[in-house]
């Protein structure tokens, strides 16, 4: 069992959908980090946080330390949404990010 | 802030030469840099982590002699892929980490484009 799961793998949605993509971890962490990786291959950091909730634009992300699960939100969905979003965690003690799988979104306009 | 490149982007190769991989932070001093290989569909996969001024860590099964890691600035490190075979072919990522402006530290990684090698 991996430390860092995510779900779904894969989501296709439509143009203008609330997107919600789930990450749950088994380790204790001291933060939890969102990831959007473009076919392009290039790496964006999205998110870090450790508690509450974080929102940037149309992105919303949040984590409750106590379940050990986050969540990232993407309100009114776009095709440029459409990317492989990772989730990877920081656990205590180790500076080295435990990745999830991805979850590889498709907004279809 | 908080911008990482990588050069090149993209190399193509031929079998049994060796290829060099920068990676640098360009405003702000990274104390760590980590490397990634990320094969077709998979997740990040990391291969060492280098702190400036000393010798890497590399991940187990990454051979150090194959993948030499130089951090010999806080604003650059290097990764030199010797002998390169069409195995090795793959997308390579750093990431780093460390002081922002006024000394403020960094916890999160900030991402390179990333670097897609194919070895013919």
């Known amino acids: 069992k991996n430390e860092v799961e995510q779900s779904p793998q894969n989501l296709t949605a439509q143009e203008g959908e609330f997107i919600t993509i789930n990450c749950s971890y088994s380790?204790?962490?001291?933060?939890l980090h969102w990831l959007q990786q473009h076919p392009g291959g290039g790496i964006v950091s999205l998110f870090m946080?450790?508690?509450g909730k974080k929102k940037h634009g149309r992105l919303i992300a949040t984590i409750n330390i106590q379940e050990k699960h986050s969540s990232l939100h993407i309100t009114a969905s776009h095709p440029r949404d459409s990317a492989v979003y990772i989730c990877?965690?920081?656990?205590?003690?180790?500076?080295?990010?435990?990745f999830g799988t991805g979850t590889r979104l498709t907004i279809i306009p | 802030g908080a911008v990482v490149s990588q050069h090149p982007s993209w190399v193509i190769c031929k079998s049994g030469t060796s290829v060099k991989i920068e990676c640098r932070s360009l405003?702000?001093?990274?104390?760590?840099m980590f490397w990634y290989r990320q094969f077709p569909k998979q997740s990040l996969m990391l291969m060492a982590t280098?702190?400036?001024?000393?010798?890497?860590?590399?991940e187990q099964g990454v051979e150090k002699d194959k993948f030499l890691i130089n951090h010999a600035s806080l604003t650059l490190s290097t990764l030199t892929v010797t002998s390169a075979h069409p195995e090795d072919s793959s997308f390579y990522i750093c990431?780093?980490?460390?002081?922002?402006?006024?000394?403020?530290?960094?916890?999160?990684?900030?991402f390179g484009p990333g670097t897609r090698l194919t070895v013919l």
């Open positions: 990877a965690a920081t656990p205590f003690g180790n500076e080295k990010l435990t």
């Open positions: 990431s780093a980490r460390g002081l922002g402006s006024g000394g403020s530290s960094y916890n999160e990684q900030f």
């Open positions: 946080l450790s508690s």
């Open positions: 405003d702000f001093q990274a104390t760590t």
């Open positions: 380790v204790g962490i001291s933060a």
């Open positions: 280098s702190n400036e001024g000393s010798k890497a860590t590399y």
